[in-house]
């Protein structure tokens, strides 16, 4: 199979760009550099409870984190003024002000809580502003942990395999979600406002929050109580999350054969490679993901343990937990990764040999 691919690649490989794989090129350039983390279905069960405007906010602005607190409309101050008031929301606060502050927008969104998304050089934060003050909190806590992936762990930069893609989808959720548990009742405790594990079951995360801050302390497993009971509880009630993620991942997938297809020109094969392709080994990926399970903000300081398990030991239990419930997902997923790996194989060969030949062709070198 290997060998028939490889066979007509080299075949096609005299034939001009042309015109589908300009667009397709485009396409992908666009999905690899911007799109949208968090189709948030925070609030799907309950749509009719989130009428809570309160003709404060200004829609028109488009006001980045760090600006808020000077000239932000006076929700958005209230906002950011409660999110101060414990430790870790200043801790929060201040790590969204200094790394690439994302654009906070009011957006009504019709049974959603929130959303971040992001381009090449930006991020956006939209909030919704029927939400109550207490769901706008949570959601905005939510939300900035996806800034902090973005920025601190740079997800967005990772070049992954569908399998890959498809669990960092899914652990970029439960790490929203288990990061506002352990921030809510921190945050209860510190200030004896429970308004983030106290209010009604409405949204994801909320089951987990709340079980999570009644546990004592000493008892709180942050891997099992917060970040597994998340990936749980997105299993449970919240299938639109993984049924987003699967479209996503053979939506790239399907950009990555149509590549395969079209790429020709000499040139573009480790173009193609480095951008799409060039996915890292057991060891970095592992470290890579590994990152995620911490309740701080600070990347190194991984729960024992994770630090404890082999990086094979942690890849396996990664698919095991990211696994889901739907069987036709991940059927299908394995299927897209095997292309993935012939896909790559092939043109990994095909840009080796064409760096050889031109390392051969260019005189003095
Ligand atoms: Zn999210």
């Known amino acids: 199979m290997r060998e028939g691919l490889l066979q007509s690649f080299a075949r096609r490989r005299n034939r001009l760009l042309s015109a589908p794989l300009r667009a397709v090129f485009l396409a992908s350039a666009v999905m690899a550099a911007g799109g949208c983390d968090d189709a948030t279905v925070l609030l799907q069960r309950n749509p009719e409870s989130i009428r809570h405007m309160t003709g404060e906010e200004r829609y028109e602005t488009g006001l980045r984190f760090h600006e808020i607190a000077q000239f932000g409309d006076d929700r958005l101050k209230r906002l950011v003024l409660a999110l101060r008031q414990s430790e870790g929301g200043r801790e929060l606060y201040d790590y969204a002000a200094a790394h690439n502050p994302p654009y906070v927008e009011w957006q009504t969104m019709p049974g959603q809580g929130g959303g971040y998304s992001w381009d090449s050089d930006n991020s956006y934060l939209k909030l919704n502003p029927r939400l109550s003050d207490e769901n706008l909190f949570r959601t905005l806590v939510h939300e900035?942990?996806?800034?902090?992936?973005?920025?601190?762990?740079?997800?967005?930069?990772?070049?992954?395999?569908?399998?890959?893609?498809?669990?960092?989808?899914?652990?970029?959720?439960?790490?929203?979600?288990?990061?506002?548990?352990?921030?809510g009742a921190a945050y209860a405790a510190e200030t004896g406002n429970d308004q983030?594990?106290?209010?009604?079951?409405?949204?994801?995360?909320?089951?987990?929050?709340r079980a999570y801050s009644r546990k004592p302390p000493s008892e709180r497993d942050y891997l099992q109580d917060a970040f597994v009971a998340c990936m749980e509880e997105q299993d449970s009630n919240y299938l639109l999350y993984s049924q987003g993620h699967y479209l996503y991942v053979k939506k790239k997938s399907e950009l990555i054969?149509?590549?395969?297809?079209?790429?020709?020109?000499?040139?573009?094969?480790?173009?193609?490679?480095?951008?799409?392709?060039?996915?890292?080994?057991?060891?970095?990926?592992?470290?890579?993901?590994?990152?995620?399970?911490?309740?701080?903000?600070?990347?190194?300081?991984?729960?024992?343990?994770?630090?404890?398990?082999?990086?094979?030991?942690?890849?396996?239990?990664?698919?095991?937990?990211?696994?889901?419930?739907?069987?036709?997902?991940?059927?299908?997923?394995?299927?897209?990764?095997?292309?993935?790996?012939?896909?790559?194989?092939?043109?990994?060969?095909?840009?080796?040999?064409?760096?050889?030949?031109?390392?051969?062709?260019?005189?003095g070198s």
């Open 257 to 363: 054969r149509q590549l395969f297809d079209h790429v020709d020109e000499a040139g573009e094969y480790a173009e193609f490679y480095k951008r799409y392709l060039d996915v890292p080994g057991p060891e970095e990926t592992a470290r890579r993901f590994s990152q995620f399970l911490t309740p701080s903000l600070n990347t190194t300081d991984v729960v024992p343990a994770v630090k404890a398990m082999s990086s094979d030991a942690f890849l396996g239990w990664v698919k095991q937990v990211t696994t889901g419930v739907n069987a036709d997902y991940v059927d299908d997923i394995d299927k897209m990764e095997k292309r993935f790996n012939m896909i790559r194989n092939s043109v990994k060969t095909v840009a080796d040999t064409q760096g050889k030949s031109r390392a051969m062709a260019a005189p």
């Open 144 to 183: 900035l942990r996806h800034h902090w992936q973005n920025t601190a762990l740079g997800t967005k930069t990772w070049v992954n395999s569908p399998l890959r893609d498809w669990e960092l989808k899914r652990f970029s959720e439960a790490d929203a979600c288990a990061y506002t548990a352990h921030f």
């Open 196 to 209: 983030l594990t106290g209010g009604a079951l409405i949204g994801y995360g909320d089951k987990t929050s």
